[in-house]
């Protein structure tokens, strides 16, 4: 089973900043790799698939890049709506897919 | 509009059976798998299996594979997560989620989630 290991676990940010969300897998998972935002009550909700590729209705301000192990979530200028927690997935091998432990995006 | 509707919050005591449903709407059910995702209170997200009801072609997490079991009826639309005997470590928040057939995808709707509760 591929293990998905996230950084930092939480990331203190100003709104207006720019927020980088790191995300390596054990082995490669090519470009098979989604982030997904999570916020308090809610279902978690896909932002970016194939690595990086938004979702659709999500802003511009969120890209995703990276492949093989080591994948990179950017939020270009934080907005109050961002604070959340992110969450990584690789679906290359499955089952089972795997997500990270998540980062929680927290207002400085 | 497209969407995974679950049904709703459950409280059950331990050794009891559970039944939770998933019933989505507004897209064609067999065109896309259907996963389960547990999350324990204040915890990260969990991938536990997933089912295609076109064929009920079912696949398992080694770590929840023989404690739940995954179905679906295409014919009313819903996949199903099921326990023969829930333990309070069960308690968690589970969520469907849909998934492309092709091209592999990821899981781009996901379902309000089911609270459910194990307490004696």
């Known amino acids: 089973e591929i293990v998905m290991t996230q950084s930092p676990a939480t990331l203190s940010v100003s709104p207006g900043e720019r927020a980088t969300l790191s995300c390596r897998a054990s082995q490669s998972v090519s470009s098979n790799l989604a982030w997904y935002q999570q916020k308090p009550g809610q279902a978690p909700r896909l932002l970016i698939s194939g690595a990086s590729t938004r979702a659709t209705g999500i802003p511009a301000r969120f890209s995703g890049s990276g492949s093989g192990t080591e994948f990179t979530l950017t939020i270009s200028s934080l907005q109050s709506e961002d604070f959340a927690v992110y969450y990584c997935?690789?679906?290359?091998?499955?089952?089972?897919?795997?997500f990270g432990q998540g980062t929680k995006l927290e207002i400085k | 509009e497209v969407q995974l509707v679950q049904s709703g919050a459950e409280v059950k005591k331990p050794g009891e059976s559970l039944k939770i449903s998933c019933k989505g709407s507004?897209?064609?059910?067999?065109?896309?798998?259907i996963g389960w995702v547990r999350q324990m209170p204040g915890k990260g997200l969990e991938w536990m299996g997933i089912?295609?009801?076109?064929?009920?072609?079912?696949r398992y997490s080694p770590s929840f594979q023989g404690q739940v079991t995954i179905s679906a009826d295409k014919s009313i639309s819903t996949a199903y997560l099921q326990w023969s005997s829930l333990k309070a470590s069960d308690t968690a928040m589970y969520y469907c989620a849909r998934r492309p057939v092709v091209p592999l995808g990821a899981f781009d709707i996901w379902g309000q989630g089911t609270m459910v509760t194990v307490s004696s």
């Open positions: 997935q690789q679906y290359n091998n499955w089952p089972p897919d795997s």
């Open positions: 507004g897209y064609s059910f067999t065109g896309y798998w």
């Open positions: 089912i295609y009801p076109g064929d009920s072609d079912t």
